[in-house]
């Protein structure tokens, strides 16, 4: 199983030192700047959210194909 680490203390998966509790995580690109929220839809109904580069994203170890 992955180390998920996160900052988001407010959030209930959120544990000591920074690690995430959660058994799933979304991740999705964009969504700040697109305004794209995911509004209950199972992730598998969800489109994709390509992105060219780590800015385009909130996901800190994202590096591209």
Request: charged share 20%; proline share 6%; net charge negative.
């Amino acid at each position: 199983m992955a180390t998920i680490r996160c900052t988001v203390t407010n959030c209930v998966y959120w544990g000591d030192r920074n690690y995430c509790t959660a058994a799933n995580i979304l991740v999705m690109a964009g969504d700040v700047q697109r305004g794209l929220q995911p509004r209950g839809e199972s992730a598998e109904k969800l489109e994709p959210t390509p992105s060219a580069e780590k800015s385009e994203t909130m996901c800190y170890t994202f590096e591209p194909l």
